[in-house]
């Protein structure tokens, strides 16, 4: 029974917590804190029932907008007898401000408009006190105001924009995207944040999931090359859909990417080109492409020749950046022997797709027309080798070959011959110019050249600017014109005591010629020598021949040198011969048969003298010589230093003097006589004592005259230039003086001076013939100068008087 009636107490206060305001009823046991909460007083029954609390909250719709507070509940304790003597607080979040209570009845109001998007609920303390003495009359108890939901918030897509891909051709229900939005509103309350989704825009293409928000594809036939993007706009609603509920909706772009559903096509089944006959191998010549409807690597493609009548005179390469077929010369063209080319060029796909092959082949093919163009070209020679040849003893004018050229054109304009003289210089070789007939110009000769080039030039009579080049190797055939002849001049020893019968030397020949046989030469003694009874010559019949003693002995004081001279002979033909001697010399001999000495000079140095005799005969040449170097360098420093001393270095003479002196009344500043003995010629030298040179006339060591200028036109220079002469032979005939060169320059400062010239060279006249009174005319500075000179004159004319 008491369980029933708790479950009844359960559910009234359930109903009552959804419909209507609470009351909480707080009571104080006398003598305990322990908390009781009760409806209305006819709950109680016939006694008061203690209990905890156990509704501690209280409920308030959201988004009120009605003009009056909105009341929430009422707070009550079982203290209080209604006379107002109880006083009712709240504190905690938004008390005072979103939430009043009634201090006397304990009534709570919402004063603002609540969110629960943005707070769910508030957590608040309610005490009662004693109005008078402001005395806790129950203890603080903890309650919490839950916002309810109400529907006020749209589902959003918030993962906006929303981009998705599908390959075209998908089939039915394949899975494009997902696209979710959510509802602010609780999801625990009511069906306020449950959301369905649909299609708005595009529903013929694409479906959505209702409940997963999944796109997925509503046909099968979408195509890109028709329609590459989609433009969806999904819609989700709450309330699970029902009627009034809130809705947003979002745009989705479905791209539709390609796979290689288009064969490739040519845009026309015909392409014509032209090129010219003479276009080299390789020369490009046209461009097709073949279209296709597909993007990316599907449309890469590849192309080739199909069919071709030309025997593969083009072909075909694939340019893979544009995609184009490259039509390309691969082998020379004839005008004359093909003039149109006719080839099937076939473009297919790189990467084909399994899944279409139904759809067809994936190639397509186009006929290309190719018209070779007719140029004027040169000759062409028939001689595909180039190879002619001639016998050596071919005579001057003898026709070695015949070139032919043909015009390859539909004219056939006659062809004229040359040869290119800048490659043979040498000019054997002429040619006819209408025939082609090529003829010698000289005397042929194998030894000397076998082989010899030539090019040929063939070119159109009347347009020589149409020319062809072709070498041509003539080869020299070998006729026999050259005999045979020893290989070297032969020498040989024979011991005074050879026995009959011994070797002394074997013969060999040479021949330039080269028979196609090969050679085969004879040997025999010539007619002059068959008198010869000492030597035999044996033929071997390998090309070499043996020379034999043929008696005991020989002297060698009766005749120490024989000579024996050999025919030899080829086998042709024609036969040639030619003689050759053999120098034979009598040598004596040790007991073993080395030769020792001949008669005339030693044949050869004895092979018993020991190394160590030969390093000493070397050390004494080496000796002597180094004794012969030393004695001619002595020699030739003692001739040097007997020179330098005979010489006179003319580089001593130079007297330098940088002072200006005391001026004119200065006369002990400078020695004269130094300036003096610069006119000494004199080749002693002070304490020598020995004349070296010739003595040039001695010239006044005492005081000179001053000479006025004039030009006398013959003067006599022959002491200077004895005396250079003189220093000039003998410094060429010491090598090891050095070269002292002295070069001196006397400058001519002009002859517009006022003031006559005081050079001694330029006149030959002698002091007492000149007048030095003018001297005195010329200042103060000259003054010292003029009472020398003039009296020096003065007493030279007291002499004479």
């Known amino acids: 029974m008491a369980s029933h009636r708790t479950a009844w107490i359960l559910l009234l206060l359930l109903l009552c917590g959804l419909s209507c305001p609470v009351v909480l009823s707080v009571h104080m046991e006398s003598g305990g804190s322990g908390l009781e909460e009760s409806g209305d007083g006819g709950l109680l029954g016939g006694g008061r029932v203690k209990r905890g609390w156990v509704w ?55 004063t603002e408009r609540l969110d629960r998007e943005q707070k769910t609920f508030y957590t608040l303390r309610a005490q009662a006190r004693d109005r008078q003495t402001g005395r806790l009359l129950e203890p603080e108890s903890e309650f919490v105001i839950k916002v309810q939901d109400i529907n006020d918030s749209e589902p959003r897509f918030l993962g906006g924009p929303y981009i998705g891909s599908v390959a075209e051709l998908s089939p039915i229900g394949t899975s494009v995207m997902q696209v979710m939005a959510s509802d602010a509103d609780d999801p625990t309350y009511g069906s306020s944040a449950r959301v369905v989704y649909s299609v708005l825009e595009g529903e013929q293409h694409f479906t959505v999931d209702s409940k997963t928000g999944v796109i997925r594809t509503a046909v099968a036939n979408l195509d890109r090359e028709t329609q590459d993007r989609y433009e969806v706009v999904v819609r989700a609603t709450d309330m699970a859909g029902q009627l009034g509920g809130l809705s947003g909706s979002t745009t989705v772009t479905i791209v539709i990417t390609d796979v290689n559903d288009n064969p490739p096509r040519f845009p026309q089944k015909m392409y014509q080109f032209s090129v010219a006959e003479s276009a080299p191998v390789g020369m490009l010549i046209g461009k097709v492409k073949a279209e296709d409807s597909d993007v ?34 691969q082998k020379p063209l004839n005008f004359e022997a093909q003039n149109v080319h006719t080839l099937v060029v076939e473009a297919l796909n790189k990467f084909a797709d399994p899944r279409f092959v139904d759809l067809g082949a994936f190639r397509d093919q186009a006929i290309v027309r190719v018209s070779v163009l007719d140029v004027d070209e040169p000759p062409e020679f028939q001689l595909p080798d180039g190879l002619m040849e001639v016998q050596e003893d071919a005579a001057v004018g003898s026709v070695v070959g015949v070139v032919s050229a043909l015009d390859p054109d539909a004219a056939n304009r006659p062809v004229r011959y040359a040869i290119d003289h800048s ?15 090529v003829v010698t110009t000289q005397v042929l000769d194998r030894e000397t050249a076998g082989w010899h080039n030539i090019t040929v030039l063939a ?132 007991s073993a048969g080395a030769i020792q000495s001949c008669n005339t000079t030693a044949y050869i140095v004895s092979a018993s003298l020991s190394p160590g005799a030969l390093i000493a005969l070397l050390v004494c040449i080496l000796i002597l010589l180094v004794l012969v170097l030393l004695i001619l360098t002595l020699k030739r420093h003692q001739q040097g230093h007997l020179t330098s001393e005979e010489d006179e270095d003319m580089r001593d003479n130079v007297i330098k003097y940088n002072d200006e002196g005391g001026g004119e009344q ?63 032979g003998q410094a060429d005939e010491d090598p090891s003086v050095p070269p002292y060169d002295s070069f001196q320059t006397y400058a001519f400062e002009g002859g517009d001076s006022p003031l006559a010239s005081l050079s001694s060279i330029a006149s030959r006249s002698t002091g007492s013939e000149q007048d030095f009174s003018y001297l005195s005319s010329w200042g103060p500075r000259f003054r010292q100068l003029a009472v020398l000179y003039a009296g020096h004159r003065g007493e030279e004319g007291s002499e004479e008087s």
């Open 296 to 329: 990316g690597e599907n449309t890469d493609m590849t192309y080739q020749v199909k069919d071709e009548e030309g025997l593969g005179a083009f072909r075909v390469t694939t340019d893979s950046n544009t995609q184009e077929a490259l039509i390309s010369v």
């Open 459 to 590: 070119m159109e009579a009347d347009n020589h600017t149409q020319v062809s080049r072709k070498p041509f190797r003539i080869r020299i055939l070998d006729v026999n014109d050259n005999p045979p002849e020893l290989a070297t001049p032969y020498e040989a020893a024979v011991c005074e005591d050879a026995k009959p019968g011994q070797l002394i030397q074997t013969i060999s020949v040479v021949d330039p010629d080269e028979p196609q046989s090969g050679h085969r030469f004879y040997f025999t003694l010539a007619p002059e020598g068959s008198s010869n009874h000492r030597f035999s010559l044996l033929d071997v019949e390998d090309n070499t021949a043996a020379v034999h003693t043929q008696r005991l002995g020989f002297n060698r004081q009766e005749q120490d040198i024989f000579l024996l001279p050999i025919l030899v002979v080829d086998s042709g033909p024609p036969t040639l011969s030619s003689t050759g001697t053999l120098t034979i010399r009598i040598c004596g001999c040790d």
């Open 56 to 110: 501690n909250q209280f409920f308030v719709v959201e988004e009120y907008t009605g003009t009056e507070p909105l009341y929430v509940g009422k707070i009550h304790s079982d203290s209080d007898e209604g006379d107002g003597s109880i006083k009712y607080t709240i504190s905690g979040e938004g008390a005072g401000t979103i939430f009043l209570i009634d201090e006397l009845t304990g009534d709570i109001h919402a």
């Open 666 to 728: 200065d006369t002990e500043a400078y020695d004269m006589s130094a300036l003096r003995s610069l006119y000494d010629f004199s080749e002693t030298k002070a304490g020598g004592g020995g004349e070296v040179g010739p003595h040039p006339p001695a010239l006044p060591s005492e005081r000179h005259s001053l000479p006025q200028w004039c030009q006398v036109p013959d003067l006599d220079f022959s002491i200077f230039r004895d005396y250079i002469s003189r220093k000039v």
């Open 423 to 437: 490659a043979d210089l040498e000019q054997i070789f002429s040619i006819d110019p209408q025939t082609g007939a």
